[in-house]
């Protein structure tokens, strides 16, 4: 008896692991796209310098409306019909109350829009922190350096290039395809509502969005040694969360338990210890399913068995946080915290501050209620600053998807094409409004030097990343 129960155990042990090995062994690459090695006709000069050019102006926007330098965004916008003199001749014009362009390249059908987004504001700089001016256009050793040059006035001049190039040789595009200029993203201007709203009374159904966002990367994934080129098919939401705590105050030499710093500070650490459960969302999902299959086999076998693994890559993501952490689930970052305004003074009112990335299972609501219970305090008073939804989830299964994936592949040759979830914010969430093709790819092959630079100190971009962002729109162009 004991003995056939030790059998049957044993049988079941044995056929456990067969099943998760032959899921490992099995767990191989998709096909990828056919590369074309059609070549794409252009002067890379040209596009180096349009881009040095535009990197020359001080486009800084700042919160604080009054430190802007208007004549800088003027200088810009009157230098692009000179840089790109046959996208001028061949699109239409239209301007909203905000500052930021829409150009209509008029197709053979209107009915499969196009609309090619990119921003040519840029976020301030701390020049002392540079080892050249930052707006000065330099280039040496093959490098150009500036503020923006990866932050995207790259896709600008990419998309610029390919349309100006394109029209010249009298290219006339299948549908009508819109290029929309932000000159306010990096404080979330009103560009992108404004032109949503307009594409929505006019009834214009975008059949693709492309937007800045993933790029192609080395070392994200683990595992995978090929450079990823990762299209963004979602974006994470986000709250600005204030905790405030009050007291009578007092003088600090005979405090009473639980003042206002205290606790916050219980209030954060219960946050900080319960995390917010992991929730694989289809972006997620999808990246895992088409990466894990490049990756090593110890890998794959947890990727390849997320039905019984699912909990060891939640204990991993939680012990390492960082972006695969950040992938997973909705996460709460402590940034700012203030008490009384003296040493010795206890503050009448305490506050912190939380920014939280909401998953794509998450809402505003959901995520604060959560907030609520975890801290479970009602003399802490919870305060939303600022919030926004996770964006809809954009199609994988399409032709639009479909012809980015090519583009990127005929140009980035040997890249792996995944889809992912966009931690950060972009202006494209807007579009969810009026379509479900949205996709999040800034066309640069990036360092991790370069990838440093965006936001940082000394952002700059080897050149010929500048030609093949060209490359890039001009394939994908010629498909719209
Ligand atoms: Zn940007």
């Given at each position: 008896?004991?003995?056939n129960?030790l059998f049957?155990v044993?049988?079941l042990?044995?056929l456990f ?6 899921r ?16 794409v ?17 001080k ?11 208007e004549k ?16 001028y001749a061949n699109t239409?014009?239209?301007t909203f ?20 987004m ?8 701390n020049e ?11 280039i040496?050793d ?5 503020r923006?040059?990866?932050?995207t ?18 290219f006339?595009?299948e549908?009508?395809?819109?290029l ?8 979330n ?7 949503v ?10 059949e693709?969005?492309?937007d ?5 990367v ?19 939401g986000?709250?600005d969360l204030?905790?405030?705590a009050?007291?009578n105050?007092?003088h ?5 338990p ?6 916050l ?15 694989l ?8 399913d ?13 990727f ?7 909990w ?10 960082g972006?695969?952490?950040a ?17 010795n ?5 305490a506050y ?12 505003v609501v ?15 008073s919870?305060?939303?600053l600022?919030?926004?939804?996770p964006?809809?989830i ?6 639009s ?5 090519s ?6 040759k040997?890249?792996i ?13 807007s ?5 479900d093709?949205v996709?999040?790819?800034?066309a640069?092959?990036f ?6 630079g ?6 700059k ?20």
């Open positions: 008896m004991f003995n129960i049957v044993l049988g042990i044995i692991f067969a099943v998760i090995i032959i490992a062994l099995c767990f191989k690459p998709y096909k990828q796209p056919v590369v074309s090695n059609e070549t006709d252009f002067d890379r000069d040209v596009a180096v310098e349009n881009l040095r050019q535009l990197v020359m102006c486009t800084i926007s700042y919160t604080d409306k009054s430190l802007e330098d800088e965004f003027d200088k810009l916008l009157s230098l692009l019909p000179k840089l790109y003199p046959n996208v239409e014009l239209i109350k905000s500052r930021g362009i829409l150009l209509k390249w008029k197709g053979k059908s209107s009915e499969k829009p196009s609309v090619m990119s921003h040519y504001d840029v976020v301030p700089v002392e922190g540079w080892s050249v001016p930052p707006f000065d256009g330099v040496k093959g490098v150009l350096w500036g923006g040059t990866c932050d006035k790259i896709t600008l001049n990419g998309v610029m290039t390919a349309v100006d190039n394109l029209a010249k040789q009298g006339i595009p549908n009508d395809v819109y929309a200029f932000s000159g306010g993203e990096e404080v201007g009103e560009f992108a509502n404004e032109t709203d307009y594409f929505d009374k006019n009834g214009i159904v975008p693709l969005v492309v800045e966002g993933g790029a192609v080395e070392n994200v994934f683990p595992g995978v040694k090929t450079p990823c080129a990762l299209v963004g098919i979602a974006e994470k986000m709250i204030k905790y405030t009050v007291s105050g007092g600090a030499s005979a405090p009473k639980n003042t206002p710093v205290v606790s500070a219980k209030a954060c650490t219960k946050v900080e210890k319960k995390p917010f459960k992991m929730h969302t289809v972006p997620v999902r999808r990246m895992f088409v990466l894990g299959r490049h990756s090593t086999f110890v890998y794959k076998l947890i390849a068995n997320l039905w019984c693994f699912g060891v890559l939640d204990l991993l993501a939680k012990k390492s946080g972006e695969m952490n992938l997973l689930r909705t996460t709460v970052a402590f940034t700012q915290m203030e008490g009384s305004s003296a040493p003074v206890l503050p009448p009112e912190m501050v939380s920014n939280m990335r909401l998953n794509p299972s998450d809402t959901s995520a604060f209620n959560e907030i609520k219970k975890k801290v479970s305090n009602d003399k802490i919870l305060e939303i600022h919030s926004v939804n964006s809809r954009s199609q994988v299964d399409c032709d998807y479909r012809k980015v994936e583009a990127i592949i005929s140009t980035y040997g890249a094409v995944s889809p992912y979830l966009m931690v950060q914010c972009s202006d494209s969430r579009y969810g409004k009026i379509s093709k996709y999040r790819f800034s640069s092959d360092t991790k030097e370069e990838r440093a965006i936001h940082g100190h000394n952002e971009i080897r050149v010929d990343v500048i030609s093949r962002a060209v490359e890039f729109y001009i394939r994908l162009l010629k498909t719209c």
